[in-house]
């Protein structure tokens, strides 16, 4: 069997499988028991050290892949960099230490490394961390792996503890980064205020550190953020959670560019982009009123979790009427 | 400039220098300080958790580099996991979680994968380790990334702690890995049990997570895994410490099969051949006496550290003759 017959999610699933059926016992030794609170599943690894809670994720682009040689090497490097923070802030955590990993085809020129360790650099600065260390290995095919740790005093924001009656907010605004990609692909034209936004929208996303961290003090419980699309990840923190949602189509914030550049779709993008790096999270309504106001970001209640078919999310338009919406998501395997 | 005038090093060094620059004062929030005790340049990061020091590495296989199609899979994950396991030995470290990345490319078939998961999963349940997420991308070359935390309650061993009038010792015995490799590409037939012997310690290498342990347990403060070869690594070390070594070639503990299969070159391989996973570590000869006989692999006593231009070892032959080597060691960059 290929692993396009599987998919991104059900190979995932079956290692999974696979891996808990050999699992061993707490690992550890005499005098080393570091409890493990977060397998696979969320958005990061998660163990429980002596006085705080300890995360730990990892995400890879590869050339062709993630990005082209059109790409800017530091922006490259900054999305690298993001997409980790990114799933920090959707912990809780505040990042700490980060491992990169570069895989160099021959001939590669230093310069652009350079760039590529910039753009790294310019998000460690801008969100926390610092790299400490790494692996550099020859490879017919440029890729960037990083990981990073992160750390949390407070409970973490899990995938699976929305509850039927929270009601649904996500940060910022959405569709952006779909705005900004199809920009830069198209080559279109658009007043230099609008293509400006799209295109910082596009490859210079911010992760919600502060915001992931506002939540979980004040007693959020439930956050993952927002990588393949609101739509599609909503549904994987149903399914985490054992619940549905409903969300309402014209609450969802839409990036004010869009609706000068691409107005027929801004509600679509907002709906599907991927790789916003927003928040999606769920509180109880008393909790969501209290902690909205204190978001750096700003954030918009867009809907809440029912019971029903796990994982299920229905979206609504202005009259309650079930929106239909292209299949969404993004799986590595599938065209 | 291209990678290959810089050399794999040299690039490490430039960006390290790079990143120094820009480095960030200790990274954290209010109520999150984790200080970092280990950065670039030894076998893994490290920081102070409030009751252990934990250890983080991470290691990276991509096909055609270091390893074939002809490999099997079975054994590919074995050493991909190993490699990471044995870099938190040369820590003291007990290894604790790892996460897995995947780069694969179209067609990929799911039962390779497996087998790939399986020699993860073998390693993990001899060695110690739980994997607990990771990332899966499409790419067009397979690539396998494993990053692996650890921790100890100990002091670390570091490259930087040898002192002149240290003794150095290597755990087990070394230059099989290379022997199994020659057989392997040269399809060599030997006697089924020098065969066997050889082509194990080539595919199924021990990583020494017992060993260190007992080392730095017993307060031995200095050591690193040979990944690169005995005297290139042992300079690597030196390097770190601001001292050279001496060390006698007779004394160097040999794979036995070599003296069978490949006995011309014993001695040469046991002391250039990587990806060993032995151990090679320093300390006062008292406490090189007293540990020794705890080590579970064994250990040999090869030669002595000495004042002298960092990182330069002297290798003698039974008369204390300087035997001139091959220039050793694995740079990712130059051919």
Sequence with gaps: MEIEQLGEFGLIARLQQRIEERRLPQPGAAGVR???????????????????????????????????????????????????????AAMGATPLYALVTLGLPPGTRVEDIDALY????????????????????????FFVTIGLTGATPNPLLLRSTARPGDAIAVTGNLGGAEGGLRLVLNKLEFMPDVAEALTTAHVRRTPRVK????????????????????????????????????????DVPVHPALHVAFPQQATEFALMSGEEYELVFTA???????????????????????????GRVRVEDANGQAIALPRGGWDHFRP
């Design 34 to 88: 570091v409890p493990l609170l977060v397998g696979i599943g969320d958005d990061a690894a998660a163990w429980q050290g002596a006085n705080l809670t300890e995360i730990w994720t990892t995400d890879t682009m590869v050339e062709g892949v993630h990005f082209t040689r059109a790409s800017a090497w530091r922006d490259v490097g900054w999305k690298a960099m993001v997409s980790n923070q990114s799933d920090a």
């Design 211 to 250: 915001d992931g961290r506002i939540l979980a003090e004040e007693g959020v419980r439930c956050a993952m953020d927002i990588s393949d699309g609101l739509v599609d990840d909503l549904g994987k923190l149903c399914t985490a959670s054992g619940v549905a949602a409903v969300i309402r189509a014209p």
């Design 118 to 141: 910039d753009g790294m650099l310019d998000a460690c600065a801008a969100h926390g961390g610092v790299i400490v260390g790494g692996d550099i290995v020859r490879s017919p095919v």
């Design 284 to 310: 109880p309504p008393a909790v969501m009123g209290r902690v909205l106001p204190l978001l750096p970001a700003g954030a918009t209640v867009i809907g809440h979790i029912v019971s029903g078919q796990p």
